[in-house]
């Protein structure tokens, strides 16, 4: 009872300020032909059902696909209500990358380099780069994303156990890029970026598609882009598997909910849950990665305490229509509470490791504990792109209300 109170009251006071920004701002803009609009009736924000309803949605949905054809017409309609809610129906012209790359700096066994480029003109990704000291051609491709931890010394993808996992799948042989969120990272420190922005939702889907064609780029691997994060990352992994096929693994990180939305404008400002004659939940979302590898890591202090009774049954439901159940796995932690620990990264590990033919053993020991010694935790300064050398370009965008969307082509499916 107390920790879900706790819960609860940390909900509240997060969707208090991301939604305030939303009613502000949304009002000021809504006839600005340059804005997705959205119904904010429709919207499903954090804990929009209770435990009970959404379960009981699960189980009538269950009804509704018998087969693998059922699902995958029910997946598409999900598909198109993500990208028509996120404002993405239409593709913007994908811009040149025009990447801007920082100094290498060589740790034992990976190699970190600071990266910026263009996911619009001048709109930049900023992020970095993991790759093993041994490059090879044709790596397989991690994005890592991250979620609301907001605290300066406890910050995005800067936290210890952050640099840790990306430092460590590099080690295993992956191409690992690091990603800010909208409105984290220097764009927020130093320009005017901010997070709680009525299209968060929408820049940050569109930032993971480019980011999927940045790792390409650098010859990544088109057969094995993986996807993981936690929370909030979470909710990006999963939203970037359902619209783009590229992403060949996901790890949603305990964040696949029945009954909880996301408390973000970045994962439920937008209408992508709900219309007239529509409702989905995150558990759907996450199904249409399906048939493709997928982890879920779940935890007995947060919205996924009840993944092994209620969500990953459903998802196992699902991948067996395909016949491949054995897709899917549910790591769940009862006994840990809301992040990307220790333990949560002693299931991720082995799990990318055998769907992307890393090597495990250079991050985990024979009896199953983490092998992370010797990775550098660098301040997040040093993780910045933009510097001396590399300043921020003089038509680089310095806050979220000049992104322009104009140019635009309908949505091809690959």
């Known amino acids: 009872m107390k920790t879900d109170l706790i819960q609860k009251l940390f909900m509240l006071s997060m969707l208090a300020g991301a939604f305030t920004v939303y009613s502000c701002t949304s009002e000021e803009r809504k006839n600005s032909a340059n804005v997705t609009q959205t119904d904010s009736t429709m ?33 598409e309609q ?12 239409k593709f913007p012209e994908k811009c040149p990358l025009n990447p801007i790359f920082g100094d290498k700096r060589t740790y034992e066994g990976y190699r970190v380099q600071n990266i910026a480029f263009e996911s619009l003109p001048g709109v ?59 409105g984290y990272g220097q764009l927020a420190q130093e320009y005017g970026w901010t997070h709680k922005h009525p299209e968060a939702l929408k820049l940050q889907l569109w930032n993971s598609i480019r980011s999927i064609d940045f790792l390409l780029s650098r010859g990544a691997d088109p057969e094995r882009i993986a996807i993981t994060g936690a929370s909030g990352g979470g909710t990006q992994a999963f939203l970037l598997a359902a619209v783009d096929d590229r992403i060949a693994v996901s790890v949603p ?31 759907e979302i996450a199904a249409c990665a399906a048939p493709r ?16 009774l209620v969500e990953y049954p459903h998802l196992q439901y ?80 310095k806050a979220n209300d000049d992104v322009a969307w104009d140019k635009s082509e309908k949505f091809k499916r690959k």
């Open 124 to 182: 930049y990704v900023t992020g970095s780069l993991y790759t093993p000291i041994n490059t090879t051609e044709n790596l397989p491709g991690i994005l890592n994303t991250h979620g609301h931890w907001a605290e300066l010394d406890d910050y995005g993808r800067y936290r210890p156990d952050a640099q840790k996992r990306f430092a460590a799948m590099a080690r295993m042989g992956a191409m690992v890029f690091a990603y800010d969120m909208v």
């Open 293 to 308: 590898p997928m982890l879920v890591v779940s935890d007995g202090d947060d919205w996924t305490k009840n993944t092994p």
């Open 318 to 397: 699902i991948y067996g229509l395909f016949n491949k159940s054995g897709a899917v796995e549910n790591t769940h932690l009862p006994a840990d509470k809301h992040g990307y620990d220790y333990n949560k990264r002693v299931a991720v590990y082995p799990f990318l490791a055998k769907h992307l033919g890393l090597d495990v053993t250079k991050a985990v020991n024979p009896d199953g504990s983490l092998s992370e010694q010797n990775i550098v935790i660098e301040d997040t300064e040093a993780l910045y792109p933009f510097d001396e050398k590399n300043p921020f370009p003089d038509h680089g965008i």
């Open 43 to 75: 919207l499903c924000v954090g804990y929009y059902w209770t435990e009970t309803e959404g379960k009981e949605f699960l189980e009538k949905q269950r009804k509704e696909y018998t087969s693998a054809e059922d699902w995958k017409r029910r997946s």
């Open 78 to 89: 999900i598909r198109k209500q993500i990208l028509k809610g996120a404002g993405l129906e």
């Open 253 to 283: 990180v305990v964040q696949v909910s029945a009954h909880f939305f996301g408390g973000c404008v970045c994962e439920s400002g937008m209408q992508i849950h709900k219309t007239d004659n529509f409702q989905t939940n995150n558990v």
